[in-house]
């Protein structure tokens, strides 16, 4: 089985070292250019391009991108209870058409409470999945032509609708990442791609076998994927003083500030990704070649691949054996850590390269809408 390799756009910073600001780089226009086009030159199949009050907004930065690069696709967030489902399906569409057919989409319900409010967004972590489920049955229906009426819990619309379609059809791929039974029960009935955060090998098969049932009962398939990040060097020795290092301007007033902070957090995820490690720097290989030190004092995707290319190679054939095709990597610095896994890691994996994009291009068969959505009277009438 072909992997898909995707990297990630550090759009709330990047450096050398985590938990401080020397050796930190500024977040700005060319250094993204420079993260994306490395990727795209180098071979991955995307970007992860993430989502929060302390990033870039992802669906801006992608639309930047999009000049200055050729195969590599966007995978953007969606953010239920922020936006209104016809909407972001608008949005969908112009960012799939505008970049032809590089527009993938992940759905975020969000785990800080705290930020959530700060957008308005008040409910309780049951509530916002079923606000989830209910902004995404819209939000496929509409990208894939219909028109939809839907008086939901949270969210009514009445005659929903989009006039030009995405390029990628019936609609641009949903990913999504959860580990809670709501979430899983989402991902089940809407997604194409569920992605997981990188657990050991056990964890991320019990997961897997969960979503799998409960996806059959609806009669559905789904793809799986991991979030990752990657240490990776020409020996073993090397690979883990780099990973060492990386964490190596880090005291315990920052791991035990960071973690209270994160602590707030209502995602099940997230506290999977507390408990590998438990605030403590001891014993951080909490499976063989997967280290948990990125999460003493990052949110989200707190484990790492680490070792030399034929090593880590193994430990991502090991995720693929159990059904997981998409594999979404980072490593600070981005920059550099790009090229580090393309040319060492991927001489050890069968990896799927993308290919040209289609035309952007698209013509309404009308001209010129008129009053919004209202056909010319020639053309309403031949």
């Given at each position: ?61 992608a639309a930047s991108l999009i000049p200055v690069t050729q195969r590599l696709k966007f995978l ?307």
């Amino acid at each position: 089985m072909s992997l898909t390799i995707f990297w990630f756009l550090p759009t709330h910073g990047d450096g050398h070292y985590l938990g401080t600001a020397e050796g930190a780089r500024a977040v700005d226009h060319g250094y993204l250019q420079q993260v994306a086009q490395a990727a795209d030159r180098l071979g991955f199949g995307g970007v992860l391009i993430p989502t929060g009050r302390s990033c870039e907004d992802s669906w801006l930065v992608a639309a930047s991108l999009i000049p200055v690069t050729q195969r590599l696709k966007f995978l953007v967030a969606l953010r239920p209870g922020i936006i209104s489902p016809t909407v972001a399906a608008r949005q969908a569409a112009t960012l799939d058409r505008l970049s032809g057919g590089r527009a993938l989409f992940n759905l975020v319900t969000g785990g800080d409470p705290e930020e959530l409010a700060g957008d308005g967004l008040f409910l309780s972590h049951e509530d916002r999945y079923q606000a989830s489920v209910e902004f995404t049955r819209i939000w496929r229906r509409v990208l894939e032509g219909e028109t939809v009426d839907y008086d939901g819990e949270h969210i009514s619309v009445k005659g929903a609708k989009l006039l030009y379609p995405p390029i990628q059809q019936p609609r641009p791929p949903l990913y999504f990442g959860g580990s809670s039974e709501a979430a899983q029960d989402l991902a089940a009935e809407q997604v194409e791609m569920v992605l997981t955060w990188g657990e050991p090998p056990a964890a991320v098969a019990e997961k897997i076998e969960q979503v799998r049932a409960k996806a059959a009962k609806l009669g559905r398939t789904v793809r799986f994927g991991i979030r990752l990040h990657v240490i990776v060097r020409e020996t073993n020795e090397e690979a883990w003083k780099a990973a060492d290092k990386l964490i190596s301007h880090l005291d315990d007033d920052t791991i035990a500030r960071a973690q209270a902070s994160l602590a707030r957090f209502d995602s099940v995820g997230q506290q999977r990704m507390a408990a590998l490690h438990g605030g403590n720097r001891d014993n951080l290989e909490v499976s063989p070649n997967l280290w948990a030190g990125v999460g003493l004092v990052r949110g989200g995707a707190g484990t790492a691949l680490v070792g030399d290319g034929p090593t880590v190679a193994e430990r991502v054939k090991e995720y693929a054996a159990l059904g997981i095709d998409t594999f979404i990597f980072s490593g600070y610095p981005h920059l550099e850590e790009s090229y580090r896994v393309a040319e060492l890691l991927f001489p050890h994996l069968d990896i799927e390269r993308p290919e040209l994009p289609k035309s952007a291009g698209y013509v309404s068969p009308f001209g010129e809408m008129v009053a919004n959505d209202i056909l010319p009277k020639a053309a309403s009438q031949s």
